[in-house]
Structures are given as structure tokens and as C-alpha cells.
């Protein structure tokens, strides 16, 4: 019998640190007009140096896990769409897993640029779907910030700090995530790319004095791109979703211009009531910003039991992802747990993980004493 991959859960994080576009005529030869008019964003948060992708990926997931009333041990999978992982490895993905006391679950970091959380949501989906898991914590979390060339007015005024999760879990009720979508198109992999830091040109004194570790892009390009694929996109997951358009009630594109989603928009004959839109205060914020948009819209009460959603990402690679979604979770539940017990639950997660790395050391120094008792030749 199929499950089906319901969404129980949802949380997100922005960091409360705004930079404007004001702020930004300042460093760049720029101005809020230009920005505006060019892309509809007028701000964006940027997480300070302890808002880390973990940090902030750790609290959209805890807050996923509280609406869904969800015990974090029952959780099987924990994947994070990401550009911006905490490290290379370990996957950012385990960090949230010990953090939030995951203590059953896999975890994994995932690579699709700005389609990340797209990409991530069908995996879980098709996770749940073939029974081979049962509670998928998905997150897009991002700090693009780190990776901006600060005086490149084509890319610094574009991207945001945030994270967006959401928890799925099976069920035999028909509902949830329907269909997904998936593209890619490695040939324009240059028009947007971060050239150093991977192992084709690790970190040299060259990378850094040539700023190889920062964004590059050409908007151009990936201004056509965008415009294409992603009403095509929202066509073919409409289409095997068995849906009509006319039956879609909110379409949650990925936030990057708001040129793009009009565009996309008028070509879908949507109505603007039927189109979320908030990057005006959050810019682009990569694989974050589905998510983050998704959390908005549910608490501008604009996700209703019953609602057919199409969710559009694209991004680096290039790659494109579109889910449609019957939305079945209940409106937003109370927290099932008191703010105190909650934070009292995952101080005790985090002196857990420190009493494991503890015995981890002293595990170590006993392993080391014995092979040295062992090693001494025999007193005569
Ligand atoms: N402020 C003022 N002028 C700027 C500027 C800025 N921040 N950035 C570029 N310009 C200038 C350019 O230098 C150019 O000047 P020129 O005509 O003297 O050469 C002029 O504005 C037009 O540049 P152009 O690149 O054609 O602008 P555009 O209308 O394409 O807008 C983007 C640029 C980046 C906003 C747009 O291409 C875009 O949004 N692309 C998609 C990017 C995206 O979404 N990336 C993430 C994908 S996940």
C-alpha cells in the first residue's frame, strides 16, 4: 500500500541582523532605486558569526519538530540542502542530529544550490513513500553571506541569511507531497559558481588573492534561465499531480527576483492573491527560502487544510525543482511541550553530546594506557 509523505512540521530562523539597501549604497556603487526596481528587494538579514548554517538550521528544526508534536528520537532521516554547509565534512546534517537529539537518525548535507530544499523534499518524499523511512526532517539553511564578494555589486545585493524546515512524516492517507519534479543542466554550471574551495582549486594564497572563493554569476544568463524553467517546471508537476491550474491556491516560487516570479506568474495566468512573495525583506536566500516563504505564508494564514500548493526552486548547476503539495496538516497547533520543558530537553541533548565526546576522550586515554602497560617488556 503507498504511504504518502505528509508535511506535520515547520519552523524557520532569520537572524535579526538587517542589512538595507541603504546600507548597502554605502559599500557598493549602488542605490535602494536601482535594487528595488532591478530585483523587489528593498532588505536582508544577515546572520552574525555565531549564526552559523547549523545554528540556524538547528532552530527552524526544533521548531519543525515542536508544531509536529514530534519525539526527535523517532526521526529516521535528517537531510540539509545547503551551499553554505558548516564545514566540508562532517555534514551539517549531523550537527543538527546531535543537537536536537535525533539519536535513530541518518543525516546527510545536500548540493543544489538554490533548488536544494526542492530537491531535498522530493527525496524524502520518495523515502517515505517506498517505506524505507517514516519521519524525513528536511531543512534549507543558509549564510550566503560568508560566501559574497562584498565590493560585486551584481551578486552582494542579492542574497540573505536564513533557514526553513519542515518535518514529513508517512502516512496511508492520500495527501502531502504528490509529485516532484527534478532538473539539471551541468553545461551552464559557470554562470553561477563559487570556483575555489573544492577539490579542482583548493584553498591557495592564489584562490583567495584571486577572490575564487566567492560568488560568481552572470545575472544575465541566469536571469533567461530562470524565466524558462520555472513555469515549465510548475507545468510538469501540475500535469503529474493530475491537477489544473485553476485549482492551485498558493504557489510558493523560489525568492530570488521578483521580475522572475512575475514573470512566471503571468505565464501560468496565476492571480498576484495566489503567488507568495516576500523577498523584499529577505532577499534571496538560496535553498532557505522556500521553506522560509512556506512558514510565512501558513502564518499569514494563507495555507488552509485541503489547499493544492506548487513549490519552484532554481538555482546553481543548473538545476530546477518543483513539489506539489495537498496541504493536510491541521492549523497550527499550540506547542505541545511548555517553553521551559523544551529548553530544559535540549540543554540535557547538549550535555549529552559533551559527556559522549568526554567519554569518547577518556575511551581513548584508557586504550592508550593499556597498550602501553601491554607494550612494557616484563620487569626481571
Ligand atoms: N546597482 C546599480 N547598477 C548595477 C548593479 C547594482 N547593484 N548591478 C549591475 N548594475 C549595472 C550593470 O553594471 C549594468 O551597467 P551598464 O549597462 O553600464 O553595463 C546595468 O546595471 C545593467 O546590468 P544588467 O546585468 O543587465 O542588469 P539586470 O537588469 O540584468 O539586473 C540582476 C541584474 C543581477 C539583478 C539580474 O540579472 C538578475 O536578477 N539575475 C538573476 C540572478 C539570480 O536570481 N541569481 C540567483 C539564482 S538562484
Given at each position: 500500500?503507498?504511504?504518502y509523505a505528509?508535511?506535520?512540521g515547520w519552523g524557520k530562523?532569520?537572524?535579526?541582523?538587517?542589512?538595507t539597501?541603504?546600507d548597502?549604497?554605502?559599500?557598493?556603487?549602488?542605490?535602494d532605486e536601482?535594487?528595488?526596481?532591478?530585483t523587489?528587494?528593498?532588505?536582508?538579514h544577515?546572520?552574525?558569526?555565531?549564526?552559523?548554517?547549523a545554528f540556524?538550521a538547528?532552530?527552524?528544526?526544533r521548531?519543525?519538530?515542536?508544531v509536529?508534536d514530534?519525539?526527535p528520537?523517532?526521526?529516521?532521516?535528517i537531510i540539509?540542502?545547503?551551499?553554505?554547509?558548516?564545514?566540508?565534512f562532517?555534514?551539517t546534517?549531523?550537527l543538527?542530529?546531535?543537537?536536537?537529539?535525533?539519536?535513530?537518525a541518518g543525516?546527510?548535507?545536500?548540493?543544489?544550490?538554490c533548488?536544494?530544499?526542492?530537491?531535498?523534499?522530493?527525496?524524502?518524499?520518495?523515502?517515505i513513500r517506498?517505506?524505507m523511512?517514516?519521519?524525513?526532517?528536511?531543512?534549507?539553511?543558509?549564510?550566503?553571506?560568508?560566501l559574497l564578494?562584498?565590493?560585486?555589486r551584481?551578486?552582494?545585493i542579492?542574497?540573505?541569511?536564513g533557514?526553513g524546515?519542515?518535518?514529513?512524516?508517512?502516512?496511508?492517507?492520500?495527501?502531502?507531497?504528490?509529485?516532484?519534479?527534478l532538473?539539471?543542466?551541468g553545461s551552464?554550471?559557470?554562470l553561477?559558481i563559487v570556483?575555489?574551495?573544492?577539490?579542482k582549486?583548493?584553498?591557495?594564497?592564489e584562490?583567495?588573492?584571486?577572490k575564487?572563493?566567492?560568488?560568481r554569476m552572470?545575472?544575465?544568463?541566469?536571469?533567461?534561465?530562470?524565466t524558462?524553467?520555472?513555469?515549465?517546471?510548475?507545468?510538469q508537476?501540475?500535469?503529474?499531480?493530475?491537477?489544473t491550474?485553476d485549482?492551485?491556491?498558493?504557489?510558493?516560487?523560489?525568492?530570488?527576483?521578483?521580475?522572475?516570479i512575475?514573470?512566471?506568474a503571468?505565464a501560468?495566468?496565476?492571480?498576484?492573491?495566489?503567488?507568495?512573495?516576500?523577498?523584499?525583506?529577505?532577499?534571496n536566500?538560496?535553498?532557505?527560502?522556500?521553506?522560509i516563504?512556506?512558514c510565512e505564508?501558513?502564518?499569514?494564514n494563507?495555507?488552509?487544510p485541503?489547499?493544492?500548493?506548487?513549490?519552484?526552486g532554481?538555482?546553481?548547476?543548473?538545476?530546477w525543482?518543483?513539489?506539489a503539495?495537498q496541504?493536510?496538516?491541521p492549523?497550527?497547533?499550540a506547542?505541545?511541550?511548555?517553553?521551559?520543558?523544551?529548553?530544559?530537553?535540549?540543554?540535557?541533548f547538549?550535555?549529552?553530546?559533551l559527556?559522549?565526546?568526554?567519554?569518547?576522550h577518556?575511551d581513548a586515554?584508557?586504550?592508550?594506557?593499556?597498550d602501553?602497560?601491554e607494550?612494557?617488556?616484563?620487569?626481571?
Amino acid at each position: 500500500m503507498p504511504r504518502y509523505a505528509h508535511i506535520t512540521g515547520w519552523g524557520k530562523y532569520i537572524p535579526p541582523g538587517i542589512l538595507t539597501n541603504h546600507d548597502l549604497a554605502k559599500m557598493v556603487n549602488t542605490s535602494d532605486e536601482w535594487i528595488r526596481e532591478r530585483t523587489g528587494i528593498a532588505e536582508r538579514h544577515i546572520a552574525t558569526a555565531k549564526e552559523t548554517t547549523a545554528f540556524m538550521a538547528i532552530h527552524a528544526a526544533r521548531d519543525a519538530v515542536e508544531v509536529a508534536d514530534m519525539d526527535p528520537a523517532k526521526i529516521d532521516l535528517i537531510i540539509v540542502a545547503t551551499a553554505t554547509p558548516e564545514h566540508c565534512f562532517p555534514a551539517t546534517a549531523c550537527l543538527v542530529q546531535d543537537a536536537i537529539g535525533a539519536t535513530r537518525a541518518g543525516g546527510f548535507d545536500l548540493s543544489a544550490g538554490c533548488s536544494g530544499f526542492g530537491y531535498a523534499l522530493a527525496t524524502a518524499t520518495g523515502m517515505i513513500r517506498s517505506g524505507m523511512h517514516n519521519a524525513v526532517l528536511v531543512i534549507g539553511s543558509e549564510t550566503l553571506s560568508q560566501l559574497l564578494d562584498w565590493d560585486d555589486r551584481g551578486t552582494c545585493i542579492l542574497f540573505g541569511d536564513g533557514a526553513g524546515a519542515v518535518l514529513l512524516q508517512g502516512k496511508d492517507e492520500p495527501g502531502g507531497v504528490l509529485a516532484t519534479s527534478l532538473g539539471s543542466d551541468g553545461s551552464g554550471g559557470d554562470l553561477l559558481i563559487v570556483p575555489a574551495g573544492g577539490s579542482k582549486h583548493p584553498a591557495s594564497v592564489e584562490t583567495v588573492t584571486n577572490k575564487m572563493h566567492y560568488v560568481r554569476m552572470n545575472g544575465r544568463e541566469v536571469y533567461r534561465f530562470a524565466t524558462r524553467v520555472v513555469a515549465s517546471a510548475a507545468r510538469q508537476v501540475v500535469q503529474q499531480a493530475g491537477w489544473t491550474f485553476d485549482k492551485i491556491d498558493l504557489f510558493i516560487p523560489h525568492q530570488a527576483n521578483v521580475r522572475i516570479i512575475d514573470s512566471a506568474a503571468k505565464a501560468l495566468k496565476l492571480p498576484p492573491e495566489k503567488v507568495f512573495v516576500n523577498l523584499e525583506r529577505y532577499g534571496n536566500t538560496s535553498a532557505a527560502s522556500i521553506p522560509i516563504a512556506l512558514c510565512e505564508a501558513i502564518d499569514a494564514n494563507k495555507v488552509n487544510p485541503g489547499d493544492h500548493l506548487v513549490m519552484v526552486g532554481f538555482g546553481a548547476g543548473l538545476t530546477w525543482a518543483a513539489c506539489a503539495v495537498q496541504w493536510s496538516a491541521p492549523k497550527r497547533r499550540a506547542l505541545a511541550a511548555p517553553r521551559a520543558f523544551t529548553r530544559l530537553r535540549y540543554g540535557w541533548f547538549g550535555l549529552r553530546s559533551l559527556l559522549s565526546k568526554l567519554f569518547r576522550h577518556l575511551d581513548a586515554l584508557l586504550s592508550r594506557i593499556i597498550d602501553f602497560i601491554e607494550r612494557r617488556p616484563p620487569a626481571v
